[in-house]
């Protein structure tokens, strides 16, 4: 990238950036902000925020387990600041997908592999989400109590068809052969290649249960 390119990159992030900040002044209450952050307590503010980082820790370590065995290389604070960089972007995209994919772009930056890293963050991602919906079965199934309604009971359902079919999409080499077909149906040729690239390396770890 050269330097002028840097530069335009540069003012366009800090000009995104003023854009944003004088959205919230024009929008936010802040005397109403100011009374509710005087009501916080700075003790359950600071065990929520060891929590969180707990848990972005942990994620880290499984993002870089997924890539050490692809080969890439990367410490564990740098992983850790784009954890955080993608939160970040979370602020201000729907749902969490922005910041993965701006930890994506960011990682495949610095490894010069963008199939590796988007792979493993949606490895990370994916093994995270297969986690979270084990745990909500298991606790429905331990106590009942807590699915008071049949709606509960439903989404419940659903999060166990879901559960399956990522656990089978990850361990399937027959639908993962049938994904890689499909993408012979797609016009576009330069996207079907990336997403080949992409799927080889989420594929790769299917006889790699360990």
């Known amino acids: ?17 003023a854009a944003l900040l004088a959205l919230l002044f024009r929008f936010v209450d802040w005397r109403e902000s100011f ?3 005087m009501d916080i307590r700075l003790p359950y503010i600071a065990v929520l925020l060891l929590i969180s980082f707990v848990m972005n820790g942990i994620s880290c370590l499984k993002w870089q387990l997924f890539l050490t065995a692809r080969g890439v290389k990367t410490s564990f604070l740098q992983l850790f600041r784009l954890y955080l960089v993608g939160y970040f972007f979370n602020n201000f995209m729907p749902g969490s997908v922005g910041g993965d ?22 490895l990370e991602r994916l093994t995270g989400f297969i986690a979270l919906i084990a745990a909500a079965i298991a606790a429905a199934a331990i106590n009942p109590a807590v699915v008071r309604t049949r709606a509960l009971w439903v989404v419940i359902g659903l ?13 399937s080499k027959r639908i993962q052969d049938l994904s890689l077909r499909m993408l012979d149906y797609v016009p576009w040729r330069s996207g079907v290649e990336k997403a080949r ?5 989420v594929f790769f770890f299917r006889d790699k249960r360990r």
């Not at 999060?159 to 990850?170: D, E, Q, R, W």
């Open 1 to 17: 990238m050269t330097m002028e390119r840097r530069q335009v990159i540069s003012f366009a992030k800090t000009m995104a950036a």
């Open 101 to 122: 994919v701006v930890r994506g772009m960011e990682l495949g930056r610095e490894t010069s592999s963008r199939s590796n890293s988007y792979g493993s963050v949606f």
């Open 159 to 171: 999060l166990a068809i879901v559960l399956v079919g990522a656990i089978a999409f990850l361990a």
């Open 35 to 37: 009374r509710t952050i």
């Open 197 to 201: 690239r992409f799927l080889d390396v």
